[in-house]
């Protein structure tokens, strides 16, 4: 098993770690970067458990930063990890402690850790309600998102609509990643930042949402069809643009190598980068009961990546089986080249714009996708006038989707343009990939 990877840093034996870690020692360090463009490095260091790389980096992506090197190495019990980070885009202000905070509270601490103390299993979190009434305007949903991400409130769920005088009604669902939503400062901080940003003639409230659940979608089945269909976009109906970027990621390779270690299968992926592109190699993983042992992520300079993952199956043995490969190739790859789906339908004399991503079978779904959405059609100067977060099960699998009712206006017409709605489609899904932030 290679204890090095060549272009920057060492991994440690798992075990060598753990030696290493000291009694003080926190199990998360962060080495911020000197200055602008450089990066961020964060370790890892704890016990391991299944699918805790998927779950790292799923924090990360939700900070609004972009991994561009990593290292995982694990001996089953203890692992250490290295991502380099930067933020995706200068806008994005990140609360470097509270990132830490989070981290540290991911580290599973079911083995006797005298040293780690502090760190518990989080408990499940607590749905609030955020009732918003201000008045309408272009790009609205979209800050009033943004300041939801710096103040670290997930969106859960989302009702949306406008009144015939003007007026619009937002109602969220937000559980908080601070855990502190329940204390009259944390609601006031939540208020004061939003009426602050957005105009004293915000009203906002928040209430203790009891009884929450995950509403579901209700698709017609034709478009329900099209939206989870299989195979992937054949790139008819897209723009250049995104037809020559979809060729782009379809030039990934995928191949199996049983020869290099005696114990472990190495994967060796090598496709185009895109936004969340470790996440959603090991949220299949994750999915698929599938190990990581050891793993290196990085660039080839040329807008491509390079992972190496020795992993075995839930069973301890490799994967040799050429029918196993080939399903978790398959697998790997759909979700690679297409991990959101989005188009633009008719919904009777209105357009509804539809973004659907799958959810892990823990049911999380990816973050900072309402965020994207609503950054895209701020960007086109499109209103939304209703706005859905919903879940439906299609292709044997649950999905996250979102809905979006636009406003069919004289500068930028939809109803009768393709052109227009292939734009949309086509601004949405490169700003989820990372094309534009």
């Given amino acids: 098993m290679p204890s090095e990877r060549g272009g920057g840093g060492m991994v440690l034996g798992a ?126 949903l979209h800050d009033v998102t943004h300041i939801l991400s710096e103040l670290e409130l997930i969106i859960q769920r989302v009702k949306v609509s406008t009144t015939p005088d003007g007026r619009v009604i937002d109602l969220f669902f937000i559980t908080d990643g601070m855990e502190l939503l329940h204390t009259k400062e944390r609601q006031e901080e939540t208020c004061s930042m939003l009426i602050a940003t957005l105009g004293p003639s915000i009203n906002c409230e928040i209430l203790l949402a009891e009884g929450f659940q995950q509403g579901f979608s209700s698709l017609p089945s034709t478009i329900s069809e099209e939206l989870f269909r299989l195979e992937l976009a054949d790139g008819t109906n897209c723009s250049r643009s995104l037809c020559a970027e979809m060729k782009r990621m379809q030039r990934a390779t995928i191949n199996f190598d049983n020869f290099l270690s005696p114990a472990h299968t190495l994967l060796q992926i090598n496709c185009a980068d895109q936004k969340g592109l470790l996440y959603d190699i090991l949220r299949t993983m994750k999915d698929c009961s599938i190990q990581v042992t050891y793993g290196r992520y990085w660039s080839d300079k040329k807008g491509f990546r390079e992972v190496d993952l020795f992993i075995k199956q839930a069973d301890g043995k490799k994967i040799i089986d050429t029918e196993k490969q080939g399903v978790l190739s398959s697998r790997l790859r759909s979700e690679m080249l297409h991990p959101l789906r989005v188009m633009i339908v008719n919904r009777g004399p209105d357009v509804e714009l539809l973004v659907a991503n799958p959810v892990e079978l823990s049911g999380k779904g990816r973050p900072r996708v309402f965020y994207d959405a609503t950054f895209a059609l701020k960007a086109l100067g499109i209103c939304i006038f209703s706005a859905e977060i919903g879940r439906q099960t299609a292709s044997e699998r649950q999905w996250e989707v979102y809905r979006f009712l636009l406003d069919d206006s004289n500068d930028f017409p939809l109803a009768n343009s393709p052109v227009n709605r292939n734009c949309v489609v086509d601004r949405v899904r490169k700003t989820l990939l990372g094309c534009f932030n």
């Fill in 15 to 140: 075990g060598a770690a753990a030696a290493a870690v000291g009694g003080g020692e926190d199990a998360v360090v962060m080495q911020l970067a000197a200055a602008d463009g450089q990066d961020t490095v964060i370790t890892i260091n704890c016990p391991d458990q299944a699918g805790l790389g998927c779950d790292l980096c799923r924090t990360i992506l939700e900070f609004g930063l972009r991994i561009t090197r990593g290292d995982v190495s694990t001996d089953g019990q203890w692992c250490f990890v290295v991502f380099w980070v930067v933020p995706r885009s200068p806008s994005i202000k990140v609360r470097w402690a509270n990132l830490k905070n989070r981290l540290m509270s991911m580290c599973p601490s079911n083995y006797p850790m005298t040293f780690y103390p502090e760190i518990t299993q989080p408990a499940p979190s607590q749905f609030y309600l955020l009732k918003l009434f201000s008045a309408d305007r272009k790009g609205l």
